[in-house]
Structures are given as C-alpha cells and as structure tokens.
C-alpha cells in the first residue's frame, strides 16, 4: 500500500498564491508517477498537473498554464504545485494522486491512479 499525505491549502485572495505538498510513504516505486487533480463542489475531478516518472516531465492542465508550477522532490518522494495568480476558479479541493502503471496519454485521467490523498480545501476569495 501507498499513503499520501498533503499539506499547504487554505485561504488565499484572488491574485494570491499558495504551495501544495504531498508526499508519498509505504511500497513507493521508482516509476511512480504523480499528479494533482482538484474538485470543485457539483463539478467533476478537473486534471491540475502531473509529473511523469519515465521521462522526468511535469504536465500542466490547460486552465492553469502559465499560473500553476509542478515540481517533484524524488529523494523525499514529494510533489509540489506551486500555484500562483489565483482567481476564483481555483477553489477547489485538491487531490493527490498516485499512479504506478501510467503512459503519457493517461496522465489526466483519474482513473488510471491507483492511490489517492484525503484532499486538501483551497479557497480563493475574490
């Protein structure tokens, strides 16, 4: 089994910024790939960004280019976002997530990670 555990949401203004960690403890892989993904209250879970173990890349979702950066600590097995400019579109409970099996082309879909953190609230006020 794999646990994640996520830390830095909160409460932010519009324009703010905030850094999410998580890490990953228990039979971890060197090809694991991490990723985040975030739920906003009636909406379905939204791709945020991945970093992809078997080429060392991050991804980023489309509403969050140019805003939101991946970062991947692998000797602490930790990912980062670090998310700036946020509007209120963002708020949302964000997710880890963690895949053992995955190809580029599945990296935003949420049911391709086996493992899951308990999610973490951002909220964003205008």
Same mark, same amino acid.
């Given at each position: 089994?794999?646990?994640?555990?996520?830390?830095?949401? +909160?409460?932010?203004?519009?324009?703010?910024?905030?850094?999410?960690?998580?890490?990953?403890? +228990?039979?971890?892989?060197?090809?694991?790939?991490?990723?985040?993904?975030?739920?906003?209250? +009636?909406?379905?879970?939204?791709?945020?960004?991945?970093?992809?173990?078997?080429?060392?890349?991050?991804?980023?979702?489309?509403?969050?280019?140019?805003?939101?950066?991946?970062?991947?600590?692998?000797?602490?097995?930790?990912?980062?976002?670090?998310?700036?400019?946020?509007?209120?579109?963002?708020?949302?409970?964000?997710?880890?997530?963690?895949?053992?099996?995955?190809?580029?082309?599945?990296?935003?879909?949420?049911?391709?990670?086996?493992?899951? +953190?308990?999610?973490?609230?951002?909220?964003?006020?205008?």
């Amino acid at each position: 089994q794999v646990q994640l555990t996520e830390s830095g949401g +909160g409460l932010v203004q519009a324009g703010g910024s905030l850094r999410l960690s998580c890490t990953a403890s +228990g039979r971890t892989s060197t090809t694991d790939s991490m990723a985040w993904f975030r739920q906003a209250p +009636g909406k379905e879970r939204e791709f945020v960004a991945a970093f992809f173990r078997n080429n060392g890349r991050t991804y980023l979702g489309d509403s969050v280019k140019g805003r939101f950066i991946a970062s991947r600590d692998n000797a602490k097995k930790t990912m980062f976002l670090s998310m700036n400019n946020h509007n209120v579109e963002d708020t949302a409970v964000y997710y880890c997530a963690l895949g053992q099996r995955l190809i580029v082309s599945s990296l935003g879909m949420p049911a391709q990670y086996e493992y899951w +953190g308990q999610g973490t609230q951002v909220t964003v006020s205008s």
